[in-house]
Every structure is written in C-alpha cells, then in structure tokens.
C-alpha cells in the first residue's frame, strides 16, 4: 500500500497549478499568507518563502477517518473566511481520498500482473513433469524464488499407502521429524497457517523468523503442504495470495501427475490382462476332440478378460478318453493363476497314472492342491468324466460341481447332485466312480454356475428350471446346436444386464459309432 505520508505531496505535485489559483485568490481576498502543512511541515507556502507559524484559521485534511495535513490561513479570521477554508480542505481530502484509491488499484494491479507472471513460469516449469517429487521440487524452487524466502520445503501423504515424501531447499533448516510435525498440525486446523516470531506458539521452530504454510488440498484432502521461511518483510495479504494460486497450480498439478499414473496403470493392467487372457485361451484345447460313439462340443465365455472356468480333454494312447471341467472360486488374474494350477494337476495325473479312473484322479489332484488353495482360502469344483467306450458309458466323480445334467435318450432332463466336497476343502477326500449310460440319444451337458445364476434387470436368476427345460428343448440336436442353444437361452434372459460369472459348457452326446 502506499505511505500516508508521501500522499499529499503527491496530490499537491499533481495538482500544484489548482493549489497556486486557491492561494491567490485567497491573498486576493485579504489574507497576508496561505500554506499547505503536513504533520507540521510546511508543504507550500504563499507569498513564496513565506512561514505561517502562528496560524488565524486552519482547516484538516483528512484521508477517510486520518489526518494528513491541514490548510493554515494568517489575515483573516472572520466566520465566512473559517467555514470556506473547511470546505476548501475537505475538497482536498476528497481528492486525496481519490489519490490514494487509485495508487492502491495501481500497486493491485501490478502485484496481479506479477503474480500473473510468476505463476506461469511456474506452469511452464511444471508442465513436463511425470513424478510427485519432481513437481515438489520444482514448487519448492519456485515458490521460494517468487515468495523470496531464504528456505522452503514440501510434503506430500498419498492416499494409497506409498512412501511419504518430503522435498526441500538445500538451506533448509528443518527436520523432516518437524516438517512433519507442521504438516499434521496443518490437518489439524486445516487453514493456512502464518507463525511470526513474535508470537508465542509450540508450531515455533527454534531459529525462524516467520513462516507460512500451505494446504494443498488433492481430491478434497490435504495430501501436501507448501512452506516458506524467513521472508525478510514478512508475509502480507498479497504473499498469502500468491501462495494460495501456487498452492491451486501444485494441486492442479499433483491431480494431473495422479491421473497419468492411474492411466498407465489401468494400461498395465489390461495388458497383463491381456497377456494373461491369451495364455489362458491357449491351454484351453484348441480343437475338439474325435472320439467314437460321441458328439462332443465344448466352450467357455468369461465374465473378465480372464476367469476361473476352465475345461480340458485328455487323450492318450492305450488310456480311455478323460475329459475335466472346474470353476475356481474368484475371478480376475488370480483365479486364473490357480485355474491354471488345478488344469495342470488334473491333467498331468490322467495323462500318467498308469490306469486312471475320475475317482483316482480327483484323489491325487486334492492332495497335490490342499495346502495350496487353504494358504490362500480357495477352493475349486471339478468334474472329471471317462468314456468306456466297451461298456458304452460315462464313469464320472464330482467334486462340489454343479449344474451337472443327464437326459437319457426319450427321456426327460435331471440334474445330478454332487456327492463329494470341492476341492480345497478337505485335506482327504474319498471320491467314487459313479457311471451314466451313454448309448445313442443320451445326452450330459456339465456347465459351471454361470448359467443357471446368470441374472436379468430385474435380478431374477436363470435358475436350475429353465435350464432343465431348455436342455429338455434342446436335446434333439447336436452337441454344438444345443451348447449354442443354451448360451442363447441366457443372454435372451439376461438382456440388459452384465455378465457376472464365466460360463463354461461341455455338452456330449451319446453317437452312433
């Protein structure tokens, strides 16, 4: 702001000629000697050289509710002389009033410019930075250059349990301990906060004049702060001005840095997803297997990019044709990490035990996957079926799965209740063969719980019946036509609603050989 002292010289410099005409006609009145005062000394004097030390009448001059000067009068002292003499100074308070208004609106207007300035340059500096720390240290630079402390310092707590950062000028006098320290008390009061020397306060750090600390609110909370010490004049309203605009351009900022961050996350993620989905897709089996006497088809649609479905066939010379279907419980990555565990087990145990049996190798795949899947609180269902091509049957053991559905030809469409815990439950589990006739006509159709849960806009589930019904509508055709069919049959159901779990079929069907 300018100084009261200096504003009557200026309305005086400004306005000397007005002055000089007021004088004149003052002498031209009858008055001996006209002066300007400030504070006692004399500003402007008429005649020149002229001193009014023992004034008739003076008149204040007033600068809203301060005295700045007076008007000073020898020669007459007559009541009109005293009353225009008053009109005469506060027509002159009026101006300096005005004066003083419009050198305020200047200084405004020139500290906004360069505040203006100072924070693009600080935009420029910050604009390619991809890190938090470089951004606090780029603020730090800044803000001490455009606030003119001797020392500055920055913080910032992520929300999502990262290392805390502390960045800071190499003069800087503090401890992280008690930069810290500030920072919580700055979540405490949750303002800015102004600590002088003067003032008695346990915030004081020993041997600073005066600091200012600034919130930096990210996504509503304070994730950081902005200090600045030791500012040789102090720090006034437009310091704090400044320093909130570098506070909003650090949050804009620090906002942005996060939202490049959760990009290239989320593009991490969906390539690991996508890397994961394609290893997932190929050890699935890529064709369909040719066995005589069945119409085979099988598929899986996850609900992710990446499931726990999964299904598998195992052919091998001199052994009977094995085939595996199984739903991890979860879904994403890590039930895919495991389905992947649990296909391999399965598969590895049908292809060399010398003489597999579903039973048996549902055996040996719990006890190889129990320790597993109890450290980490999974569990699996699993079917696994064998064809006796001899006996022209299906001899099957189910671990917890579920639907499992079995038409026999001119018959009509029941689901077979599993008889034995997931696996993953029981350290020991006594699996049984159980055996289905599959002449021409039968049919088994083994799908996970995506179909029979899949769900409408109205959160009405598929349920177990209207599947029953549509295998019952279905059967006629072939194992393909009537997999089709079912997935068909659900998304008509569940129109407008997304998928919630994988769908996974196996559909075989008894063939003439």
């Known amino acids: 702001m300018p100084e009261k002292q200096t504003m009557l010289v200026s309305v005086l410099s400004s306005q000397y000629p007005r002055f000089q005409a007021l004088a004149e ?11 300007i005062y400030e504070h006692g000394r004399p500003l402007a004097c008429w005649p020149a050289g002229q001193r009014l030390l023992t004034p008739d009448l003076t008149a204040a001059i007033y600068r809203y509710d301060e005295v700045v000067g007076e008007l000073r009068l020898t020669g007459l002292r007559n009541e009109a002389a005293r009353q225009r003499l008053q009109a005469e100074a506060a027509l002159i308070s009026y101006i300096v009033q005005l004066e003083y208004e419009l050198q305020c609106m200047t200084a405004d207007l020139v500290t906004s410019q360069d505040q203006q300035l100072a924070l693009y340059r600080l935009t420029q500096a910050m604009r390619d930075l991809v890190t938090i720390r470089e951004t606090l240290q780029a ?28 960045v800071h000028s190499p003069d800087c006098p503090l401890s992280h301990e008690t930069i810290w320290h500030l920072y919580w008390q700055l ?22 004049r005066n600091l200012l600390l600034l919130p930096i609110r990210v996504r509503g909370t304070i994730m950081a702060c902005l200090g600045i010490l030791d ?10 001005k400044l320093g909130r605009a570098i506070a909003d351009h650090t949050s804009a900022q620090i906002e942005r840095i996060l939202l490049y961050q959760e990009m290239i996350e989320q593009t991490r993620l969906r390539s690991e997803m996508d890397l994961a989905r394609r290893v997932q897709t190929d050890l699935l089996p890529r064709t369909l297997p040719i066995v005589s006497g069945l119409d085979i088809y099988a598929c899986s649609r996850p609900a992710l990019q990446v499931g726990g479905d999964f299904f598998d066939f195992i052919q091998t010379p001199n052994h009977p ?24 087990a399965l598969h590895s145990k049908a292809q ?30 699993v079917f696994v079926g064998m064809y006796d091509d001899r006996n022209r049957e299906i001899v099957y053991a189910n671990a917890g799965h579920a639907p499992v559905i079995y038409r026999p030809a001119n018959g009509s469409a029941t689901l077979l209740l599993a008889d034995n815990t997931a696996i993953g439950i029981l350290p020991v589990n006594n699996f049984q063969n159980r055996h289905l006739a599959m002449k021409p006509g039968d049919l088994l159709v083994v799908a996970t719980d995506g179909f029979h849960e899949a769900r409408n806009s109205e959160d009405e589930m598929f349920g177990i019946d209207r599947l029953l019904h549509a295998v019952d509508t279905l059967a006629e055709q072939s194992a393909q036509t ?10 008509q159901f569940s129109a407008g609603h997304p998928q919630d779990d994988d769908q996974t079929i196996i559909v075989i069907k008894g063939a003439a050989t």
């Open 25 to 35: 006609a003052w002498l031209a009145h009858g008055a001996q000697t006209f002066g």
């Open 139 to 166: 603020v730090v630079n800044e803000a001490l250059r455009m606030l003119k402390g001797k020392a500055a310092f920055a913080t910032y707590m992520s929300t999502n349990g990262s290392e805390p950062l502390v």
């Open 187 to 208: 979540q405490t009061e949750d303002r800015p906060l102004l600590i002088r020397k003067e003032e008695s306060d346990t915030r004081w750090p020993p041997g600073i």
């Open 231 to 240: 500012r040789v004049e102090g720090f006034g309203t437009p310091e704090l």
């Open 321 to 344: 044709f094995i085939f595996t279907i199984g739903d991890l419980s979860g879904k994403g990555v890590s039930a895919a990490l495991l389905m992947s565990m649990t296909r391999t």
């Open 352 to 381: 060399f035990m010398p003489s597999p049996t579903p039973a048996s190798v549902m055996r040996q795949s719990n006890e190889d996957l129990y320790n597993d899947f109890t450290r980490i609180g999974v569990f699996a269902t």
């Open 482 to 491: 009537i997999a089709d069919g079912l997935f068909h049959a659900i998304d």
